[in-house]
């Protein structure tokens, strides 16, 4: 199982790679953001990616939300010596999985990777029913009573926000984040993008399940479910 380590401390780096060797990880490096985002490029080529924050050039909270940006799931586990509230939420807002503080002991570290790990095989291999509507989280599959739909990458990360926030409603701005990575892109994109999903997943006889909660956002939910605050 490949790790990318991103750390510029090389005493630091070497100890982290040897010690997750140990633990038959197969571990590759990178000493700056840049260097960074050009080996994470290809999705799926490392299973976790192991961020610190303080980075020459682009700092690890600009790597994560470049990595994010290109809508790349890997989980990212943030390094960081700045142990504020503020910062920690800084890092899981720039789309970290999780926050360990420096120093840590190692124990912690692999701990927190066999987690982050553990969620991510969880995550890919389960499969979201609502209704008759059927996601397939790993193959990125789609079915509504049977009937296999084919979705454009967007369409299909927005039903896949809906759909894991079953009866919640999401704001525009949300959605834009967590779909498009980004709340500045144009204001009826999500819009645009509901109604070309809607055609696909609710047309015909079948029960609607994209609702429109007026002057907020949108919500996905089973027939006759209520809507959660």
């Not at 095989?121 to 996601?135: F, G, M, N, P, T």
Request: charged share 30%; hydrophobic share 40%.
């Amino acid at each position: 199982m490949r790790i990318l380590l991103v750390e510029d401390d090389t005493v630091v780096a070497e100890q982290i790679q040897a010690a997750l060797q140990q633990e038959h990880f197969s571990v590759d490096r990178a000493a700056d953001g840049e260097s960074a985002l050009e080996q994470a490029r290809d999705q799926g080529s490392y299973a976790l990616i192991l961020l610190d924050v303080t980075l020459p050039g682009r700092d690890g909270l600009g790597v994560c939300e470049v990595i994010r940006a290109r809508r790349d799931p890997v989980p990212i586990l943030m390094l960081t010596p700045r142990d504020r509230v503020e910062d920690r939420v800084r890092g899981l807002e720039s789309g970290a999985d999780d926050i360990l503080p420096k120093p840590f002991d190692f124990k912690e570290l692999l701990a927190r990777i066999r987690a982050l790990l553990r969620r991510d095989r969880i995550h890919k291999s389960r499969v979201i029913r609502i209704a008759d509507l059927e996601i397939e989280t790993l193959a990125r599959r789609v079915r509504r009573a049977s009937r296999e739909i084919s979705l454009t990458p967007h369409e299909y990360a927005l039903l896949e926000a809906l759909a894991t926030h079953e009866g919640r409603t999401l704001t525009r701005e949300i959605i834009l984040e967590r779909v498009w990575g980004s709340d500045d892109t144009y204001s009826n994109t999500v819009d645009v993008h509901i109604a070309s999903l809607r055609k696909k997943i609710d047309t015909g006889p079948a029960a609607k399940l994209i609702h429109t909660v007026h002057g907020i956002g949108y919500v996905l939910r089973a027939p006759d479910a209520e809507a959660k605050p």
